[in-house]
């Protein structure tokens, strides 16, 4: 199964990559429910989250063969043993009433090899038992309830098994295959009095209200985390009115963008929901990241101690991963920029890798004169004397981009003549374009589809605008001309042989003049099409559907060349790669595939999404994809190694468009929250945030020359962008790229260079022409 791919943090480890080069094989399970990992109790309060400041951890080897309930209570006698000991009457005290045990029957029991061997050494040195109960915190950190799992799960509540040094990590880390579900459940075992979690919540939470702005807006990130975890344990524990009155009284007091997550929550108020819920299951097996700045992150370190809050320091340790960063605290306002999705932010190790943003040369080629004519044709009137111009319009100079990927590093299609003469044409048009800008905006020419009954769920258009694709709710694939020259299927067979193959209008004569018509409709799926995708060169076209497959067609014929079939449940996108030959898919399984035409497997998949990929697309160099997903945040993932290079969050709802810059260097990405995101790919950063839409971004598309941005909304608006002034004078120093801190400019209406509104027409799809017209599409919707 392919595993989560996250960086692995310094606290518990997960499953490596697969192999660079070699597809992992599909996942039998969404990649949500990856394999649980189960931390042990963190010996050193900061090392238990802290980027950079913990050692990696070391599996430990499970205890000995004996029953649960034996090996529980040689623990608790240890532990007891150890607090007495140690003169730590009040912990003893406590634990004693936490686990029901009496004086005397500690004093009977003493400290037997095995129990002493559970401590992880002599059962007398007091480095161990400082080490196992952890700096500064008292012995009900591992109070152990009625019911707990055996102790090499090391579930909350259980002594950690190894023993380490003062300041380092230790920690069993329990790797299954497949995540078994009671085992991610067994970490939420009773642990603490059900009556006290509403006021350890409330005195947490009056302790960061009280704290200094400076770092009030940075702890506050604990409350939603903290509030889900303390909210399962008290289901899990079946303690149900008191997790009813938990959620009631503090509910209100989370971040709107958390309403949705928190609906799901509320339906979960016993044990036995917990089990099939893949939210809950997200929120177990991955650990919810907070940036915090260690003035902030000792602040609360000294008030957990001080107040003796075990509770939620174990939860802190157990569940969250705390990037801490040396400088000034962020303000809310970059806070609020960057959470919101459904694991928290993605951590600043995420985003180091280097990422080849550039673009490739374009390959030279000589194309003759006569060869071009043909081509021609259909153009106006016949071409002019063709310009010795080589390079692709797209790239700025002649010269290999300093930060383009090697010309061979992933294995590219090498160009037909039908390809060069497509970019001869491509350069001519080019030459025609115009030169886009904010005195300067583009007619817009918008295609609506009517009697459409709400069916239409996705649109593209050929490069060169002269085919529009729609897929539709009935299972059908629909296919346009938008310009005067017919669609025509190839002759059968038997006709094709009776054509002088050496004629000089071949291609003319293998096209069936019978079969011509404006529109042809493609029958295959037997679902909603939610995904489009016309090749490069035309010939081929894409669809993916609520079938669980994306079917290949061809356009000279008509028909249906392959299906492919990899993902089990829904596919909500494809797309092909701008040079063919490769495509990507993304689905309701989590992950997105990579796949070749000439292949019936995936070449890739792409793990790591918590919820469905809801889209894709190609970097313009072909060597990265972007995906979007339902759990709010955007990867990047390497073509090459199958790698996750890039983590963007920030957006408050799932992702529904995604747009890369001309050259390469900038993200644009669209969700249902009505924002419209600007990413700094080589840097990993966010750049800008377009605020306007009011409702879901579902169309993104940057202009030929990159000056202008242009969104299509539910709405029913287009919007404008000025990109040039958006991504000058970016601030990318080495602190801004260091901690993660933005700085977004207040009012995005600067950037807006003008609204367009519908009658009555959601736009679902947008599209630039060669010469920079503006192509819009969507169904008319009389509501």
Request: aromatic fraction near 8%; proline fraction near 6%; charge should be negative.
């Amino acid at each position: 199964m392919a595993a989560l791919h996250e960086e692995p943090a310094e606290v518990a480890a997960v499953q490596p990559d697969p192999e660079a080069g070699t597809p992992p094989p599909p996942p039998t399970v969404p990649p949500a429910a990856a394999p649980a990992t189960v931390p042990a109790a963190a010996a050193e309060g900061e090392a238990a989250g802290a980027g950079g400041d913990a050692a990696p951890p070391k599996p430990t080897a499970p205890g000995p063969a004996a029953s649960p309930a034996a090996v529980d209570r040689q623990t608790l006698v240890a532990v007891l043993q150890f607090l007495r000991r140690s003169n730590l009457r009040e912990s003893e005290e406590i634990l004693r009433r936490e686990a029901r045990l009496l004086g005397d029957d500690l004093g009977a029991a003493a400290l037997s090899p095995a129990s002493a061997g559970l401590l992880g050494g002599s059962g007398s040195d007091a480095d161990s038992g400082e080490a196992l109960l952890g700096r500064g915190t008292s012995a009900a950190a591992v109070a152990i309830g009625g019911n707990v799992a055996t102790v090499s799960t090391s579930s909350p509540g259980v002594a950690a098994v190894a023993a380490v040094p003062p300041g380092k990590v230790g920690g069993a880390v329990v790797v299954e295959d497949q995540p078994d579900v009671s085992a991610v459940l067994s970490a939420y075992n009773q642990q603490g009095d059900p009556t006290l979690y509403e006021e350890y919540y409330s005195g947490l939470k009056h302790f960061i209200e009280c704290s200094l702005d400076c770092h009030r807006a940075e702890l506050s990130q604990l409350f939603y985390p903290l509030f889900v975890h303390m909210y399962l344990e008290l289901v899990y524990n079946q303690h149900e009115s008191e997790a009813k009155s938990f959620f009631e009284r503090f509910h209100g007091d989370q971040e709107c963008y958390y309403q949705d997550d928190l609906r799901v929550l509320s339906s979960l108020t016993k044990k036995e929901h917990m089990k099939g819920n893949e939210t809950m299951l997200d929120f177990r097996t991955s650990k919810f990241v907070l940036r915090i700045s260690r003035d902030s992150y000792q602040l609360l370190k000294r008030h957990l101690q001080e107040k003796q809050n075990n509770q939620i320091w174990n939860i802190v340790q157990e569940h969250l991963y705390i990037d801490i960063f040396d400088g000034m605290p962020r303000s809310k306002q970059q806070i609020d920029a960057m959470v919101g999705s459904l694991a928290g932010e993605a951590k600043r190790e995420a985003n180091k890798a280097k990422v080849f943003f550039g673009l490739l040369k374009e390959p030279e080629f000589d194309v003759p004169l006569d060869d071009e004519d043909e081509e021609g044709e259909n153009e106006e009137g016949k071409p002019k004397k063709k310009k010795p111009k080589k390079d692709n319009v797209g790239s700025k100079s002649k010269k290999q981009d300093p930060n383009a990927p090697p010309q061979n590093r992933i294995p590219l299609p090498e160009l037909k003549d039908s390809d060069k003469l497509d970019k001869v044409m491509n350069m001519k048009e080019a030459a025609r374009r115009v030169r886009l800008g904010p005195e300067c905006l583009p007619s817009i020419c918008f295609y609506t589809f009517l009697n459409a009954y709400q069916g239409l769920t996705a649109v593209d258009i050929t490069d060169d605008s002269s085919m529009i694709v729609g897929g539709f709710a009935d299972s059908t694939v629909r296919v346009w001309s938008v310009t005067p020259k017919k669609l025509r299927s190839v002759k059968t067979a038997a006709d094709l042989s009776l054509i002088d193959k050496e004629s000089d209008d071949v291609l003319e004569r293998i096209m069936d003049e019978k079969t011509a018509s404006e529109l042809k409709i493609l029958y295959g799926h037997s679902g909603p099409v939610y995904g489009t995708s016309f090749s490069p060169d035309r010939n081929y076209l894409l669809s993916c559907s609520e079938d669980g497959t994306v079917r290949l067609w061809s356009l000279q014929t008509f028909t249906c060349l392959v299906g492919y079939k990899g993902h089990n449940y829904p596919v909500w996108d494809t797309q092909f790669s701008p040079y063919g030959y490769y495509f990507v898919s993304g689905g309701h399984d989590r992950v997105a595939r990579l796949w070749a035409t000439d292949h019936y497997q995936p070449l890739r998949i792409f793990a790591g999404h918590l919820a469905d990929v809801t889209c894709t697309r190609f970097h313009p160099n072909s060597n990265y994809i972007a995906t979007g997903s339902a759990d709010r945040t955007i990867r990047l993932w390497d073509v090459l190694n199958g790698n996750c290079v890039r983590i963007f969050t920030g957006h408050k709802g799932p992702i529904h468009s995604l747009a890369f810059s001309p050259n390469g260097r900038f993200l644009a990405t669209g969700a249902t929250d009505g924002r419209v995101l600007l990413w700094d790919i080589g840097h990993g950063l966010m750049v800008g945030e377009l605020k306007g839409h009011t409702d879901t971004v579902y169309a993104l598309r940057f202009s030929r020359d990159g000056e202008i941005l242009a969104s299509g909304s539910m709405d029913n608006t287009v919007r404008l962008w000025d990109a040039v002034k958006a991504f000058e004078d970016l601030e990318t120093d080495d602190f801004t790229t260091a901690t993660g801190h933005i700085n977004l400019p207040e009012n995005s209406q600067d950037l807006l260079l003008g609204t367009y509104m519908t009658k009555s027409t959601p736009v679902i799809h947008l599209h630039f022409t060669r010469r920079n017209l503006l192509l819009a599409a969507g169904a008319y919707s009389s509501q």
